[in-house]
Nanobody
Framework: QVQLVESGGGLVQAGGSLRLSCAASGSGFRVSRLNAMGWYRQAPGKQRELVASITRGGTTNYAGSVKGRFTISRDNAKNTVYLQMNSLKPDDTAVYYC???????????WGQGTQVTVSS
C-alpha cells in the first residue's frame, strides 16, 4: 500500500504564501509506479475540487481559480509533491488533500488533509 503524509498548512493573512508538501511512502513497488499526483481541496459545504496535478513526467494541470498564483512541483527521487501557494485569498480557505494515482492498477490514494485558513 501507499501512505501520503501532508504538511505545511496553517493560518495566513490574505496576500500571503504557504507551501504544502506531500510525501509518499510504503510499498516501494507501488510508490515507484505512482503516476499523477496532485492536490484537491474541500471548503465547508462545498464539494472536493481539483486544485492542481502533475504527472511523473512533469505535465501540470491547474484549476482556473489558482492559475498564476499556485505552482505544483514534484521530486520523483523523494516521492514528494509540493504546492507553492502565493497571493492567497480568503476563498482559498479549505482542507487540502494530497492525491496520488497508481500507474500499476489505477488505485487512488489520499492523504489525511491539512487545513489552510486565509484571513481577510
Amino acid at each position: 500500500q501507499v501512505q501520503l503524509v501532508e504538511s505545511g498548512g496553517g493560518l495566513v493573512q490574505a496576500g500571503g504564501s504557504l507551501r504544502l508538501s506531500c510525501a509518499a511512502s510504503g510499498s516501494g513497488f507501488r510508490v515507484s509506479r505512482l503516476n499523477a499526483m496532485g492536490w484537491y481541496r474541500q471548503a465547508p459545504g462545498k464539494q472536493r475540487e481539483l486544485v492542481a496535478s502533475i504527472t511523473r513526467g512533469g505535465t501540470t494541470n491547474y484549476a482556473g481559480s489558482v492559475k498564476g498564483r499556485f505552482t505544483i512541483s514534484r521530486d520523483n527521487a523523494k516521492n514528494t509533491v509540493y504546492l507553492q501557494m502565493n497571493s492567497l485569498k480568503p476563498d482559498d480557505t479549505a482542507v487540502y488533500y494530497c492525491n496520488a494515482n497508481s500507474g500499476f492498477d489505477g488505485t487512488n490514494y489520499w492523504g489525511q488533509g491539512t487545513q489552510v485558513t486565509v484571513s481577510s
